[in-house]
């Protein structure tokens, strides 16, 4: 399935955060677009920057048609950015009828491996091929250099290396063996994520409470210049201390998160992630404690909380709203 094609026509469906980046990075990279999404206020957003505008799955199927015949593209490339489990689930069901052999389904979203095993399998008996893509980066990484860990057929990935380049930061894009293996890698990903966050909140929690009352912000400067700990993660806090004057005291100290812990009936990729490691008898004691501490932030909220969300706040434009509980 190798190709010279470095401009793809793509149907992209899920315009959240990730999302929408991710459609004005692909016109900035002159791919074309048809963008659509359950709300029409982002759909209008992303006709602004250059997309062809989709309100419904016939509207989106009948302009990507149209747009193939004009492009000399033979093959139909839906991206889907949604939430995992029912959300992505539902929509795949949705379109498959639309598709024929050959055709290209990109999930995006944060899936569990396993859903993308199954799907795969599904769709190979009807000749439609999917690949999975961890998307790491945030919202800014998918506006300008995204991370992409991808799994799938080695032809399909073939076919689609240039678009993933052309999206990616130079040597953020690898392609791995196996369907669900992109959802895999990211999956360990986030809850390697999950460790190293809730480090950096423990030690800063010391400095908190040490003797010497050093300001957290410098400290996170100095960390954040040549030391060992330097880090993306290192940098989101500075950049929290800077934008709050070092006061977090307007930051909630219960620790968002995804999953079953932030009352969610889906797990999320640290739930996962500890529950890939009881099945290969790992331990996983960083990335377990990391996320039983999150949750028990949002019993009683902590300072180690109140770092996480400003770094969260800052790297994914998580809210530092405190949600309330339900009655």
Same mark, same amino acid.
């Given at each position: 399935?190798?190709?010279?094609?470095?401009?793809?026509?793509?149907?992209?469906?899920?315009?959240?955060?990730?999302?929408?980046?991710?459609?004005?990075?692909?016109?900035?990279?002159?791919?074309?677009?048809?963008?659509?999404?359950?709300?029409?206020?982002?759909?209008?957003?992303?006709?602004?920057?250059?997309?062809?505008?989709?309100?419904?799955?016939?509207?989106?199927?009948?302009?990507?048609?149209?747009?193939?015949?004009?492009?000399?593209?033979?093959?139909?490339?839906?991206?889907?950015?949604?939430?995992?489990?029912?959300?992505?689930?539902?929509?795949?069901?949705?379109?498959?009828?639309?598709?024929?052999?050959?055709?290209?389904?990109?999930? $995006?979203?944060?899936?569990? /491996? *396993?859903?993308?095993?199954?799907?795969? &399998?599904? @769709?190979?008996? #009807? +000749?439609?091929?999917?690949?999975?893509?961890?998307?790491?980066?945030?919202?800014?990484?998918?506006?300008?250099?995204?991370?992409?860990?991808?799994? $799938?057929?080695?032809?399909? /990935? *073939?076919?689609?290396?240039?678009?993933? &380049?052309? @999206?990616?930061? #130079? +040597?953020?894009?690898?392609?791995?063996?196996?369907?669900?293996?992109?959802?895999?890698?990211?999956?360990?990903?986030?809850?390697?994520?999950?460790?190293?966050?809730?480090?950096?909140?423990?030690?800063?929690?010391?400095?908190? &409470?040490?003797?010497?009352?050093?300001?957290?912000?410098?400290?996170?400067?100095?960390?954040?210049?040549?030391?060992?700990?330097?880090?993306?993660?290192?940098?989101?806090?500075?950049?929290?201390?800077?934008?709050?004057?070092?006061?977090?005291?307007?930051?909630?100290?219960?620790?968002?998160?995804?999953?079953?812990?932030?009352?969610?009936?889906?797990?999320?990729?640290?739930?996962?992630?500890?529950?890939?490691?009881?099945?290969?008898?790992?331990?996983?004691?960083?990335?377990?404690?990391?996320?039983?501490?999150?949750?028990?932030?949002?019993?009683?909220?902590?300072?180690?909380?109140?770092?996480?969300?400003?770094?969260?706040?800052?790297?994914?434009?998580?809210?530092?709203?405190?949600?309330?509980?339900?009655?």
């Amino acid at each position: 399935m190798a190709t010279k094609q470095t401009r793809f026509v793509i149907g992209y469906i899920g315009l959240g955060k990730m999302g929408l980046n991710m459609v004005f990075n692909l016109i900035d990279n002159k791919h074309t677009v048809i963008a659509n999404n359950r709300s029409k206020e982002p759909i209008i957003r992303a006709c602004k920057k250059g997309a062809i505008t989709a309100y419904t799955n016939k509207e989106l199927f009948d302009k990507l048609k149209i747009t193939l015949k004009r492009k000399s593209q033979s093959k139909k490339i839906i991206w889907l950015m949604l939430p995992a489990g029912k959300v992505t689930e539902n929509k795949i069901k949705e379109i498959v009828p639309h598709l024929k052999r050959g055709d290209i389904i990109i999930d $995006g979203s944060n899936s569990l /491996y *396993k859903d993308a095993q199954r799907r795969s &399998k599904a @769709l190979n008996k #009807k +000749g439609i091929h999917f690949i999975d893509v961890g998307v790491s980066g945030g919202p800014n990484g998918a506006r300008h250099d995204a991370c992409m860990m991808v799994g $799938g057929p080695s032809g399909t /990935y *073939k076919y689609l290396e240039p678009l993933f &380049k052309s @999206l990616c930061v #130079k +040597g953020g894009i690898e392609h791995f063996k196996g369907a669900g293996a992109g959802h895999y890698v990211k999956m360990v990903h986030n809850g390697i994520e999950y460790g190293i966050m809730e480090s950096i909140a423990e030690g800063f929690a010391i400095l908190n &409470k040490s003797p010497f009352k050093p300001d957290l912000g410098k400290v996170a400067g100095v960390y954040q210049h040549g030391s060992i700990i330097e880090s993306k993660l290192m940098q989101n806090l500075l950049q929290a201390f800077q934008k709050h004057k070092n006061d977090l005291k307007s930051i909630p100290g219960a620790a968002g998160q995804g999953g079953k812990a932030a009352g969610r009936s889906v797990k999320a990729e640290a739930d996962w992630t500890i529950d890939e490691a009881k099945l290969l008898k790992v331990h996983y004691h960083a990335i377990g404690g990391a996320v039983h501490e999150r949750a028990e932030s949002r019993k009683n909220p902590t300072f180690r909380g109140k770092i996480i969300n400003a770094i969260r706040n800052q790297f994914g434009g998580h809210s530092l709203k405190t949600k309330k509980k339900k009655r």
